[in-house]
């Protein structure tokens, strides 16, 4: 499936529910499936800034897919971390670099869009892309 | 005694709902909100008198420097300052801090040694650590105990000859302990240290006598005392600020200007160069005004009434932790869930409407010390209620089931 395709299919996902609650409590279960990151790569190095809790992430490319995997010491921010992943990973680099991120809007998570916001999903969507720039200029 | 529903009246945002619920606004120790009072004196600036001060001989700009300079003399006279021109309108606490850092550069040698506590805020650390840096000067710190109190014994042992300065914070904002500010301030007197307090929680909570406690330098912010941001206030006795260059050049703070050599003016026009947030200063007079109409007497009583009410509240609920616990508090609640981010309950009860502080609190050595990322913080003022607790109690109870 394409970035857009999986992004619609999380779109559908949440659009079956009426409220907030629901939503967080699917994004907190969403959060149970996350690709844990090996411990080795739990380093200071992989933190990402600008977030409130703490987040790793770890990306490797194989033939010319990224794959993604993160943690968090905070839950609703996993099950942030996890939509995003769930979104890019095992994809083509460029694919990643050019993807539109409105869905999160869509699923009734745009709070967390703000740049107040002390979460840092934008630097969270920010780190993923940062990854697949520098993939992507291995592969030129 | 406080009428907390009239008073609440007072506050046009108390009405707004947030997420579809009534707004409960426990983020007072970050910001106060502000009384109509206050937005009316704002208003009336900019509709009636807008003009810049101390210069101009037009009747707008003698209006709007009798309320700029009125604005300092309830200033003075709500803090009991000796003199109106030993206030000094800042932009609030930070600029304060760094006026007094920044002018000690040349009255330090290497060597000195500076005194902070583990309860600061950054504001209160970084200008200090800032001043090390320029001039050699080495920072002591007084260390805190699991209650959140400073420990005395080692501020006794710290303090010597070489100490220079000392700087605490009146009230701490991530946990609420009120410092022993009085025995602290006559301590650093007897080696002839000047002290520095900060003043940004204590302000909403506490009329103090600077006189009285003999303090050196005493700072606050216009914000936290339902005033408007970007206005502040530097006390400080008239033979330190004397002492002290100017921070800034510029206009208003000059006596007389040639290119071989200029004078300054004395105080506090020294200290306040170019021009100053006039509308500011004159609501920040209001503002004071406002707290005293209520009094502070009266806010002390029901604000500890909500702190035993929320404290008891919330320690019903199985494996919260409420971290400072000195006797001596003001009413902040600092607590976290057992194995639960802070950041997941604070993203929670966003959504049940209640605003209240999470992470650090920019306190991030008292975070350390209990070896946590960050806290939950509920902290009460005067329009706040029992049933606000109530209904934060609920939030954390709802939280808590969703996230364990």
Not at chain 1, 28 to 37: A, F, H, N, T, Y
Not at chain 1, 88 to 116: C, M, R
Not at chain 2, 117 to 134: D, F, G, K, Y
Not at chain 2, 147 to 158: K, S, W
């Given at each position: 499936?394409?970035?857009?395709?999986?992004?619609?299919?999380?779109?559908?996902?949440?659009s079956m529910f009426d409220d907030w609650m629901q939503r967080y409590e699917y994004m907190i279960e969403l959060g149970k499936s996350l690709p844990i990151i090996e411990e080795k790569y739990k380093t200071d190095d992989n933190i990402i800034k600008g977030c409130q809790s703490k987040v790793w992430?770890?990306?490797?490319?194989?033939?010319?897919?990224?794959?993604?995997?993160?943690?968090?010491?905070?839950?609703?921010?996993?099950?942030?971390?996890?939509?995003?992943?769930?979104?890019?990973?095992?994809?083509?680099?460029?694919?990643?670099?050019?993807?539109?991120?409105?869905?999160?809007?869509?699923?009734?998570?745009?709070?967390?869009?703000?740049?107040?916001?002390?979460?840092?999903?934008?630097?969270?969507?920010?780190?993923?892309?940062?990854?697949?720039?520098?993939?992507?200029?291995?592969?030129? | 005694?406080?009428?907390?529903?009239?008073?609440?009246?007072?506050?046009?945002?108390?009405?707004?709902?947030?997420?579809?619920?009534?707004?409960?606004?426990?983020?007072?120790?970050?910001?106060?909100?502000?009384?109509?009072?206050?937005?009316?004196?704002?208003?009336?600036?900019?509709?009636?008198?807008?003009?810049?001060?101390?210069?101009?001989?037009?009747?707008?700009?003698?209006?709007?420097?009798?309320?700029?300079?009125?604005?300092?003399?309830?200033?003075?006279?709500?803090?009991?300052?000796?003199?109106?021109?030993?206030?000094?309108?800042?932009?609030?606490?930070?600029?304060?801090?760094?006026?007094?850092?920044?002018?000690?550069?040349?009255?330090?040698?290497?060597?000195?040694?500076?005194?902070?506590?583990?309860?600061?805020?950054?504001?209160?650390?970084?200008?200090?650590?800032?001043?090390?840096?320029?001039?050699?000067?080495?920072?002591?710190?007084?260390?805190?105990?699991?209650?959140?109190?400073?420990?005395?014994?080692?501020?006794?042992?710290?303090?010597?000859?070489?100490?220079?300065?000392?700087?605490?914070?009146?009230?701490?904002?991530?946990?609420?302990?009120?410092?022993?500010?009085?025995?602290?301030?006559?301590?650093?007197?007897?080696?002839?240290?000047?002290?520095?307090?900060?003043?940004?929680?204590?302000?909403?909570?506490?009329?103090?006598?600077?006189?009285?406690?003999?303090?050196?330098?005493?700072?606050?912010?216009?914000?936290?005392?339902?005033?408007?941001?970007?206005?502040?206030?530097?006390?400080?006795?008239?033979?330190?600020?004397?002492?002290?260059?100017?921070?800034?050049?510029?206009?208003?703070?000059?006596?007389?200007?040639?290119?071989?050599?200029?004078?300054?003016?004395?105080?506090?026009?020294?200290?306040?160069?170019g021009t100053p947030n006039i509308c500011g200063g004159i609501a920040f007079g209001v503002a004071i005004d406002y707290m005293n109409s209520i009094g502070f007497d009266d806010i002390a009583v029901y604000e500890n009434e909500l702190l035993e009410y929320g404290t008891k509240r919330l320690l019903?609920?199985?494996?919260?932790?409420?971290?400072?616990?000195?006797?001596?508090?003001?009413?902040?609640?600092?607590?976290?869930?057992?194995?639960?981010?802070?950041?997941?309950?604070?993203?929670?009860?966003?959504?049940?409407?209640?605003?209240?502080?999470?992470?650090?609190?920019?306190?991030?050595?008292?975070?350390?010390?209990y070896q946590i990322p960050g806290t939950i913080r509920a902290s009460f003022s005067f329009y706040n209620t029992k049933e606000e607790i109530d209904a934060l109690v609920e939030a954390v109870k709802k939280a808590k089931m969703m996230l364990s």
């Amino acid at each position: 499936m394409t970035i857009q395709e999986i992004q619609e299919e999380i779109v559908d996902e949440f659009s079956m529910f009426d409220d907030w609650m629901q939503r967080y409590e699917y994004m907190i279960e969403l959060g149970k499936s996350l690709p844990i990151i090996e411990e080795k790569y739990k380093t200071d190095d992989n933190i990402i800034k600008g977030c409130q809790s703490k987040v790793w992430v770890h990306a490797e490319m194989n033939d010319e897919k990224i794959e993604f995997t993160a943690d968090s010491d905070a839950i609703i921010t996993k099950g942030i971390i996890a939509i995003l992943i769930r979104a890019f990973s095992g994809q083509h680099p460029k694919d990643i670099i050019d993807a539109n991120t409105d869905f999160v809007d869509e699923i009734g998570l745009k709070e967390h869009l703000s740049p107040t916001r002390a979460n840092g999903l934008v630097s969270m969507i920010k780190q993923l892309k940062m990854y697949a720039i520098a993939y992507q200029t291995q592969l030129n | 005694m406080i009428n907390v529903q009239k008073i609440r009246e007072d506050f046009p945002i108390l009405k707004r709902m947030v997420n579809g619920k009534p707004l409960v606004y426990f983020d007072n120790a970050a910001t106060s909100q502000t009384p109509q009072i206050v937005i009316d004196a704002i208003v009336d600036y900019y509709s009636n008198y807008n003009a810049n001060i101390h210069r101009g001989v037009h009747a707008l700009s003698q209006e709007a420097t009798d309320a700029y300079e009125q604005a300092r003399k309830k200033i003075q006279k709500h803090f009991n300052a000796k003199h109106p021109y030993e206030i000094i309108f800042t932009s609030g606490t930070t600029h304060s801090i760094n006026i007094v850092a920044t002018g000690f550069t040349n009255l330090l040698q290497k060597d000195d040694e500076i005194i902070v506590s583990a309860l600061e805020h950054h504001s209160n650390i970084v200008p200090w650590q800032m001043l090390c840096e320029r001039t050699g000067a080495v920072l002591k710190v007084i260390p805190m105990t699991e209650e959140g109190e400073l420990v005395m014994d080692v501020y006794d042992q710290l303090l010597s000859s070489k100490t220079k300065l000392v700087f605490v914070n009146h009230i701490s904002n991530a946990l609420g302990t009120i410092n022993p500010i009085e025995e602290m301030i006559k301590k650093a007197h007897t080696v002839g240290a000047a002290v520095l307090i900060d003043a940004a929680q204590s302000g909403p909570h506490i009329k103090p006598d600077v006189q009285a406690l003999d303090v050196d330098f005493y700072v606050a912010s216009a914000h936290k005392l339902c005033g408007p941001t970007g206005v502040g206030m530097l006390y400080g006795k008239e033979e330190w600020l004397n002492k002290l260059p100017p921070y800034q050049g510029g206009g208003e703070m000059i006596e007389e200007v040639t290119f071989e050599k200029t004078t300054y003016a004395g105080l506090p026009h020294k200290f306040e160069a170019g021009t100053p947030n006039i509308c500011g200063g004159i609501a920040f007079g209001v503002a004071i005004d406002y707290m005293n109409s209520i009094g502070f007497d009266d806010i002390a009583v029901y604000e500890n009434e909500l702190l035993e009410y929320g404290t008891k509240r919330l320690l019903e609920i199985e494996g919260l932790r409420i971290y400072g616990t000195s006797k001596h508090k003001t009413s902040v609640i600092s607590f976290n869930l057992e194995g639960v981010h802070p950041y997941d309950v604070g993203t929670i009860v966003d959504k049940l409407g209640i605003a209240v502080r999470t992470g650090h609190h920019c306190a991030q050595p008292i975070m350390d010390f209990y070896q946590i990322p960050g806290t939950i913080r509920a902290s009460f003022s005067f329009y706040n209620t029992k049933e606000e607790i109530d209904a934060l109690v609920e939030a954390v109870k709802k939280a808590k089931m969703m996230l364990s």
